[in-house]
């Protein structure tokens, strides 16, 4: 076994008693320099006994009370189809399975949607939560509350294309804050264009589900939507009467598809022509 010892204080070695390592410097002076007087004494260190075990426990708490406790790392989920796909009620159920495994939950929505209220999200068949409409999402840690933000868990937001700060706000609740976000919204507009910022979060998130409609023409899967009326502005907020779903047939023959359906009974179905050759 290679010695331990400084090479100056090698000479030493053959006349002192067989110990371990750690108990050298806890030897007497006399003990050492008896048979060496030619030696320069130097002064005894008083080492206390060695444990690696009490070693690690001490660094490790060190540690823990020099860094700063930081929540467990989010999620973001994104759900995205075109209208009357069911992302709301998707985005419902979602929040109602967290709130049955006892987690913190709220739902934001965008101020501009006004269709069924202003306090809750309420999907095309009826079902409906309590939320909080805002303008933009930087203001919801304020008016939620810093205590009441800190204890969420999870939260939803609905119609996401109308919120410029998405991007910012999803990756600094999940990344930095320890939320949950999921969140509902359209992918393109009625030109199918990319809508607001939902995409821009694409590469943020966890999942991604992709809905479908039944094409109100045809009823075959709808992946568009289209506009009715004449109006061109990108945003323009409003159900069934101002748009439908349609597959990529029906869209690509939107104006035939627009006149059809003022036409056409809610029981009627036309067979679009890909369905016809299958």
């Known amino acids: ?11 030493l070695s053959p006349h002192l008693p067989k110990t371990s390592p ?7 002076y006399h003990s050492i320099f008896r048979n060496n007087p030619q030696q320069l004494p130097f002064p005894t260190l008083k080492a206390t006994p060695f444990s690696s075990n009490s070693f ?5 708490n060190r540690t823990l009370q020099t860094e700063p406790t930081r929540p467990l790392s989010g999620e973001i989920h994104v759900i995205v189809g075109p209208m009357f796909a069911g992302k709301t009620t998707t985005l419902l159920r979602r929040i109602q ?4 495994n006892s987690k913190n939950v709220a739902i934001i929505k965008s101020s501009k949607d006004t269709r069924y209220g202003l306090d809750s999200i309420v999907t095309h068949d009826g079902a409906k939560l309590p939320c909080w409409a805002l303008t933009n999402l930087a203001s ?3 008016k939620f509350g810093i205590e009441a933000y800190e204890k969420l868990d999870v939260i939803g937001i609905d119609e996401a294309q109308f919120f410029e700060d998405l991007y910012d706000f999803c990756r600094e609740a999940a990344d930095h804050d320890g939320k949950t976000v999921i969140v509902a919204g359209l992918d393109g507009n009625y030109l ?11 590469p943020l998130a966890d999942t991604v589900t992709k809905l479908t409609a039944l094409c109100e023409i045809c009823g075959e899967r709808a992946f568009f939507t289209l506009r009715k009326t004449q109006e061109t502005q990108v945003e323009l907020i409003g159900g069934g009467d101002v748009y439908m779903p349609v597959c990529r047939h029906h869209y690509v023959n939107g104006q035939v598809a627009v006149e059809a359906a003022r036409f056409v009974l ?9 369905h016809i050759h299958k």
């Open 192 to 202: 199918r264009r990319s809508f607001g910022s939902v995409l821009d979060i694409i």
């Open 140 to 142: 919801f840690k304020h």
């Open 1 to 11: 076994m290679k010695s331990i010892l400084n090479p100056k204080f090698a000479a």
């Open 22 to 28: 750690f108990s050298l410097f806890s030897l007497p």
């Open 56 to 60: 690690l426990s001490r660094a490790q």
């Open 97 to 100: 399975s967290e709130t049955a």
């Open 266 to 274: 809610q029981s009627h179905k036309v067979e679009c022509p890909s």
